[in-house]
């Protein structure tokens, strides 16, 4: 490998690493290649790309954000066949950017990362791999995604099913449903998508919900051929689709981020769908939320709540007392009798953001730092770890928009500093702590205002309600912030010493 060009030569074996083939991984690569940053390495703990994408692959896994939106805009995809778009879809399109940017040579399929330590001298990252040698790299990217591990209820007799048992985001795809009895955990996101499937599969299916969702119709359509080669022939046009869907959920932020009158006009919205597709009353009761809406994922389906109510499906809203060997007991003394039980529970976010152990200047260490709660500079640095930058770090969630819209603006922060380490010849890039402390002030008096701070539950929360993880604001202050970060002011920046 080539070298990054400081004070000790031999020390570095790549300028920058990318931890993660993913969406923020490929995305930020292709940037630092335009750029003209060449020696770059992507490590991938899997045999293949798409993070995400890759692994939730459950049946009817597909995007609630339309495509156009859901893509980044120096890598706009003008063949998307619906206005949202299945997961086989999207990961074609990663596939598609990969292959066009020519990726596949710098990523390095099969390799862990499993910890990573500061060389001050050096300016530079010693990254650990599973059973590999390690790669010290100038720069380091963490894009290994925070909902990468899937997360398991704490459900008393979780390991004593002796039936068939699946998450939503690893699934067994040759398991047969048809005609077997299949309970399912969690009626999130990822619930709302995969129970209609479960239904149309011909399985006898029980839905155990804790909490219910707030509901919104999914406006999807298929894209005509014409359309693909109006988006294909006049570039112009994909950009003024995606300005109308950011404006589109920019309003939706409005209500969902802030709580307000406007919350009020989305929770009417979703009344009035539920309304619409439920016809008994107490079904209605079991499915009205009670927490205000945007403080959890609001859910985009037209199917769920027909699939609820088909002749092999059954609704239980009793808590779960515990998994037995052959079912699932709820609270009232019934014990149900499952084939398969199918978790829809999300991801372990307990680690959020540091999917590894960090070790950084003078020996801090990241987990310690955070662990009265994650925070960041503008969500992608933390001062103490130079020369090491986070997607989807401390605060940066988007709730109700793109997460693509967020990434870029991410990724072009990252590529900005990388270029300044690189074109200034420094060891070390290091974010002033003040600076850090300022901006978090900030971010945790906004959250005040927020949905999130309304008392409900939801993984956005820590167990004592701490927002580490969403951004309180819109789609364009996030992107604002994150194009006016000064570099000069807000960092440290120190040389690295020419060899005499
Ligand atoms: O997971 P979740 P998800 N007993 O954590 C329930 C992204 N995503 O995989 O609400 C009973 O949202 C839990 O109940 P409650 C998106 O960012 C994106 O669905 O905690 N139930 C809930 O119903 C999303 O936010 C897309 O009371 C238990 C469910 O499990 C994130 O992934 C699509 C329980 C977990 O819901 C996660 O979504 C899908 C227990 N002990 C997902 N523990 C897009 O389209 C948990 N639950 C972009």
Redesign the pocket.
Known sequence: MSVGGATDERAVDTTTLIIGAGFAGIGTAIRLLQQGHDDLVILERDVRPGG?WRD?DYPG?????PSRL?SYSFAPNPEWTQT?SESSEILAYIDGMIADHGLDRHIRYSHLAIGMEFDEAVGSWIVDIADREPIVARTVVVASGP?STP?Y???TGLDDFAGHRMH??AWDHEYDFEGKKVGV?????????LIPELVRAGADVTV????P?WVLPRLDRRVSGMSRQLYRSMPLTQTVARRLWFAGHESVALGAVWNSPFTRVIEAVAKLNLRAQVGDPWMRRQLTPDFRAGC??LL?TNDYYPALQADNCALVTW??ARICEHGVRTVEGIERRFDCLV?????EVSKQGTPIPIRGRGGRVLADEWSGGAYAYKSFAVSGFPNLYFTFGPNS?PGHNS?LVYMEAQIEAIVTAISIIRDRGLRLLDVHEPAQDAYNATIQKRLEHTTWNSGC????LTADGFNATMYPGFATQYIAQMRTIDFTRDFRAVAAEVPS
């Open positions: 995400t939730n896994a597909a995007c609630d954000i859901y949202y909902l997360g209820p704490d459900i939503s985001a955990i969690g009626t999130g996101a990822s619930g709302v998508q155990f919900q804790r909490t969702g959890k994922r985009m808590p779960i978790f829809a529970t999300g991801f969630g997460a539950r939801s993984w956005y």
